[in-house]
């Protein structure tokens, strides 16, 4: 039996995992997302009307809510992606902030004073989401359309002279890492059991993008990785009291300079497949 | 004529192209007939890698149609023009930088299965796929540096990939700008040989070189281009000895 601390951090750590899965996804394909935590305040909101108000399972309402995001990642995908880089970054900035902005004002669901009345979710269910949406997009990552990604990563007109076509391939990833942010939103909303709209700015989109860059940006497992360092690491640091997070950027800046990549990636598999292979 | 024309494979025809004020090209006609390896040549500048850019549907022709069998692909987005049947090369090699050569020839295939397929991975989904991966693979010798990073071989395997990477999508046309470039003779004498058995496959080539005796002892026929206009054409051995061509390009780089 573990403690209600180390259960309270592993549902952390599990939400954590699929908001940093939603923009290792985006990132994928080259693009930059920082307004993830929208998607996770839709997915939230929309899970939580729909298990408390509508009464649906919250099975259904996860993937229903999922299905929104990622249509509402369409929509905004089409002109956002038009944006390349630090451009693309601003903009979807500013998605976050209209979210997070509209659940304020948005009255039918509590606005400022924030919603509750969600059946608490266990740990066990959380993670059961968390390793599921993991092990697809480590299955996905051995698929023709991840390389594809990975062609419009590295080389944008490259990949459309060998016939991708660039477009599709970055909105159907922005929109498929907006579904997966709705479904760490709606676990959220579940595990806290309340939700207000400042659970779900910019300081959110930050969390998932560091969980990602920390634990490596090239291989899915990256994104399991940072997300426990993330989550663990400040608690471990607890002895240093007030400068805990001091100490926290201290050892984010060491990690960039010795291992630029995150602590996961491509080569360093490979070299673990080799030494089983011989 | 007419005939002939139906029959070519791409036909490029009074092509023009302007950036602001600046003439690059302008009607510029180029025929290429099914299994020829036709070149275009001509001095630096003369609007070569436009044209090609042209052709691919990375600028925009501000003047004139480009058919690909019969069919105009001018205003077309390259992802289409590509799976229409025209592969290229650059002359600034472009290859994947995060890519293995065998990730390249695999990522540039035309997606003919279904949607739920590309989805899978590609070990399980795709036998073909893979199968004309090692094809293409055997085909440029490149088994030795199959699972290396391609960015990391040297310059003459670099082309190669490029070119198997184009190959592996199975087109009608190839275009290569400057296949040779910076290459010694032994290379170009094998890339010589990969192209003449390419086009013996039944594929048709349209390149542009600078180094003459490649391009006179590879192509059926010659296009020659100076500032943006076509000034002769014929066959290789035509175009040698073609005044205006002597003048124009020869004379002031030999």
Redesign the interface.
């Known amino acids: 039996m573990i403690s209600v601390y180390y259960a309270g951090l592993l549902a952390d750590v599990g939400i954590l995992l699929l908001g940093a899965l939603s923009v290792y996804i985006i990132l994928a394909t080259g693009q930059l997302s920082l307004g993830n935590a929208g998607f996770m305040g839709i997915g939230a909101y929309l899970t939580s009307y729909l298990t408390v108000v509508v009464g649906v399972p919250i099975t259904l309402a996860l993937i229903l809510a999922a299905a929104a995001s990622g249509i509402v990642g369409t929509v905004v995908g089409f002109p956002a992606l038009r944006l390349k880089g630090i451009y693309l970054a601003i903009a979807t900035l500013g998605f976050g902030e209209m979210v997070r902005s509209f659940f304020l004002n948005f009255d039918t669901m509590g606005g400022s004073g924030g919603f509750h009345g969600m059946k608490h979710i266990s740990v066990g269910y959380i993670w059961a989401w968390a390793a599921g949406i993991l092990i697809l997009v480590v299955l996905l990552e051995r698929s023709r359309v991840w390389l594809e990604m990975r062609a419009v990563h590295d080389d944008e007109t490259a990949a459309g002279l060998v016939g991708l076509n660039p477009t599709t391939i970055k909105v159907g990833a922005f929109s498929f890492g907006a579904a997966v942010a709705a479904i760490s939103g709606g676990l959220f909303a579940h595990h806290h059991v309340y939700i207000e709209p400042g659970n779900f700015g910019f300081e959110r989109s930050i969390d998932f993008v560091l969980a990602v860059i920390l634990g490596g940006s090239t291989v899915g497992p990256g994104a399991l990785v940072g997300s426990f360092l993330l989550v663990l690491l400040p608690e471990y640091l607890r002895f240093l009291a007030d400068w805990r997070l001091a100490a926290f950027g201290v050892l984010l800046i060491g990690m960039l300079l010795v291992r630029r990549q995150g602590i996961l990636d491509r080569s360093l598999f490979n070299a673990l497949a080799f030494r089983r292979a011989s | 004529m007419n005939a002939a024309q139906s029959e070519a494979l791409l036909s490029l025809r009074g092509i023009g192209k302007t950036f602001g004020g600046v003439r690059a090209l302008s009607d510029v006609s180029i025929d290429v007939f099914p299994r020829q390896i036709v070149g275009v040549i001509g001095p630096n500048g003369a609007g070569k890698t436009s044209l090609f850019n042209v052709i691919?549907?990375?600028y925009r022709a501000s003047a004139g149609e480009v058919v690909l069998d019969g069919r105009a692909v001018t205003q077309e987005?390259?992802?289409r023009i590509?799976?229409a049947g025209i592969?290229?090369t650059?002359q600034n090699i472009?290859?994947?930088?995060?890519?293995t050569v065998w990730?390249h020839l695999?990522?540039?295939q035309?997606?003919r299965?279904s949607q739920l397929?590309?989805?899978?991975?590609?070990?399980w989904?795709?036998p073909q796929?893979l199968r004309r991966a090692q094809e293409v693979l055997e085909f440029f010798e490149l088994e030795d540096v199959k699972?290396r990073l391609a960015r990391s071989l040297p310059y003459g395997i670099q082309r190669k990939v490029e070119m198997a990477?184009?190959v592996t999508?199975r087109p009608k046309l190839l275009l290569l700008d400057e296949p040779v470039a910076g290459m010694n003779h032994e290379e170009a004498d094998a890339i010589r040989r990969l192209l003449f058995r390419l086009r013996d496959s039944g594929l048709s080539i349209l390149l542009i070189e600078h180094d003459m005796s490649f391009v006179m002892t590879l192509c059926d026929y010659l296009y020659v281009l100076d500032f943006g206009i076509m000034i002769a054409k014929g066959r290789s051995e035509e175009v040698r000895t073609n005044p205006v061509v002597l003048d124009a390009y020869l004379g002031r780089s030999a």
Do not use: K
């Not at chain 2, 472009?94 to 890519?99: C, D, E, P, Q």
């Not at chain 2, 397929?117 to 070990?123: C, D, Q, V």
């Open positions: 691919t549907g990375a987005p390259s992802h590509a799976r592969s290229r650059f472009r290859l994947f930088a995060g890519m990730e695999i990522v540039a035309p997606h299965e397929r590309r989805l899978l991975p590609i070990r989904a795709d796929t699972n990477r184009a999508a």
